[in-house]
């Protein structure tokens, strides 16, 4: 039975994921920080994993994909709506956690295959503006930048150091860069690769996203952003593979 890891398992999208896997017949190990999630976990088919990324070592989260052995880590969690009362949070979990993550995976020795969650528009904005953005997508980044600041540096720096560190750990990574949430559920549809900040996409979408990635190793080295759009998933998914689209080349960095 194939097997997938994720890390910030309680999430609404790393739960989206967990259950659309298991029904496909995956073994999902979801890690996460607070007991209160074990329940619903559970109830989706997951298993629970109590480890916090706030005060793990590389050495303890290594010890945790090695003991599990997994085909595929989904790094997925964030520090969610706490980063709105304390925005270090940010850089605590979406930053640091992640690169330990990164580095967790070599240490471990086993796992190679990585998915990571981003959000649109994660760029070094002292650079040019991406050419596919509309004017619409010019004031969308200016207002996700306004508004949360300390994130958007965050997963930045992250996308970053998976990139450019990607030489020396060796890892099979494709990064999913989705636009707003919308409160919309499951369409089966979306716009991937060079997609732009409108229509808002679902949860479930982007979830569905992740397992069509995961099912499609030619998606490694990928980085793309996410939409709401008209396109089947798979579709969309399976071309981004084709066309290997990467929407942080260094112009971006």
């Known amino acids: 039975m194939a097997s997938v ?31 209160e999630h074990i329940p619903s976990l559970r109830e989706l ?13 590389v050495a ?4 945790t994909i090695r003991t599990h052995a997994p085909d595929a880590v989904i790094f997925a969690a964030g520090a969610g709506k706490r980063a709105f009362a304390e925005p270090s949070l940010s850089l605590v979990v979406d ?3 992640a690169i330990r ?17 981003s959000t649109i528009d994660t760029r070094n904005r002292d650079k040019a503006v991406p050419g596919w953005y509309s004017e619409a997508d010019r004031k969308g980044s200016e207002q996700l930048w306004g508004i949360l600041p300390v994130y958007m540096k965050a997963k930045f720096e992250a996308d970053k150091d ?17 636009t707003w949430y ?3 559920g499951r369409t089966g549809k979306v716009r991937a690769g060079l997609a732009n900040f409108e229509p808002k996409v679902s949860r479930e979408d982007v979830a569905d996203v992740f397992v069509a ?34 929407s942080f080349g260094e112009m971006f960095r």
């Not at 398992?9 to 996460?32: H, P, T």
């Not at 303890?60 to 010890?63: D, G, I, Y």
């Not at 995976?105 to 990585?114: F, I, N, P, S």
């Open 5 to 35: 890891l994720i890390f910030g398992g309680s999430g609404k999208v790393a739960k989206s994921i967990a259950a659309s896997l298991v029904k496909k017949g995956y073994q999902v190990f979801s890690v996460i920080r607070r007991e």
């Open 45 to 57: 088919g997951a298993t629970p994993i109590m480890q916090s990324l706030e005060t793990a070592s």
């Open 60 to 63: 303890e989260l290594a010890s």
């Open 95 to 97: 930053r640091d956690g």
């Open 101 to 117: 993550v990164f580095d967790a995976m070599v240490e471990a020795g086993g796992t190679k295959r990585l998915l990571l969650v």
């Open 162 to 178: 998976l990139v450019e560190g990607n030489q020396r750990r060796g890892l099979q990574f494709t990064i999913i860069r989705p």
């Open 182 to 184: 919308g409160e919309g």
């Open 213 to 246: 990635c995961v099912e499609n190793p030619a998606t490694a080295g990928c980085v793309f952003e996410v939409s709401g759009g008209e396109v089947v998933i798979e579709d969309a998914v399976r071309k981004v593979a084709e066309e290997k689209i990467d």
